[in-house]
């Protein structure tokens, strides 16, 4: 909602098991007030903050998009690759502006499927009934990300608009 102070999280761009979505959601950029088309709405995510913690978050994604990613966990994935950017936003109260939070410092990020525990298969769903908005029709779309495996990335977090850190997700292989 243009003018609020909430948290608000875009998924960017994604590109999941060779399966790439289109960026067909508008909003509003939480900096510069410019529109701007993302994947998906972000409503949770999660990361420990470890080299070689998983980032799991959900989505509201477009119908369009759902099928893809449907199509996708109907057939045996080519691969668990996952390529994505994303941004959190969140409201500085004390310098009264929104501060990116949480995101890739170099986008995109590189990384793999986890697998889930329980059912031994990669950890992507997407919901069977719409999201919470009506229009346009969106679906919740659930994954969880382990870095690729050798290669060093980083990620920003912040705590408010004057107070970052970049912090390392996944190791660089061994020479």
Same mark, same amino acid.
């Given at each position: 909602?243009?003018?609020?102070?909430?948290?608000?999280?875009?998924?960017?761009?994604?590109?999941?098991?060779?399966?790439?979505?289109?960026? /067909?959601?508008?909003?509003?950029?939480?900096?510069?007030?410019?529109?701007?088309?993302?994947?998906?709405?972000?409503?949770t995510d999660n990361w420990s903050g470890g080299t070689v913690d998983p980032i799991t978050m959900t989505a509201y994604i477009s119908t369009a998009n759902r099928q893809r990613i449907q199509g996708t966990l109907q057939r045996a994935l080519p691969t668990r690759?996952?390529?994505? /950017?994303?941004?959190?936003?969140?409201?500085?109260?004390?310098?009264?502006?929104?501060?990116?939070?949480?995101?890739?410092?170099?986008?995109?990020?590189?990384?793999?499927?986890?697998?889930?525990?329980?059912?031994?298969?990669? /950890?992507?769903?997407?919901?069977?009934?719409?999201?919470?908005?009506?229009?346009?029709?969106?679906?919740?779309?659930?994954?969880?990300? /382990?870095?690729?495996?050798?290669?060093?990335?980083?990620?920003?977090?912040?705590?408010?608009?004057?107070?970052?850190?970049?912090?390392?997700?996944?190791?660089?292989?061994?020479?």
């Amino acid at each position: 909602q243009p003018g609020g102070t909430t948290t608000i999280g875009y998924l960017v761009t994604a590109t999941i098991a060779g399966t790439t979505l289109t960026p /067909d959601i508008s909003v509003t950029d939480r900096q510069s007030g410019a529109a701007t088309s993302v994947v998906g709405v972000v409503s949770t995510d999660n990361w420990s903050g470890g080299t070689v913690d998983p980032i799991t978050m959900t989505a509201y994604i477009s119908t369009a998009n759902r099928q893809r990613i449907q199509g996708t966990l109907q057939r045996a994935l080519p691969t668990r690759a996952v390529t994505f /950017d994303f941004a959190n936003h969140n409201w500085d109260a004390v310098n009264k502006r929104y501060f990116v939070s949480f995101a890739p410092a170099s986008p995109p990020l590189h990384g793999q499927l986890s697998m889930n525990s329980t059912s031994r298969q990669p /950890d992507l769903s997407v919901a069977s009934t719409p999201g919470p908005v009506q229009t346009p029709q969106n679906w919740a779309m659930r994954m969880s990300v /382990d870095p690729q495996p050798g290669s060093a990335q980083t990620i920003r977090v912040a705590a408010s608009s004057s107070s970052s850190a970049v912090r390392m997700w996944g190791t660089q292989a061994a020479a």
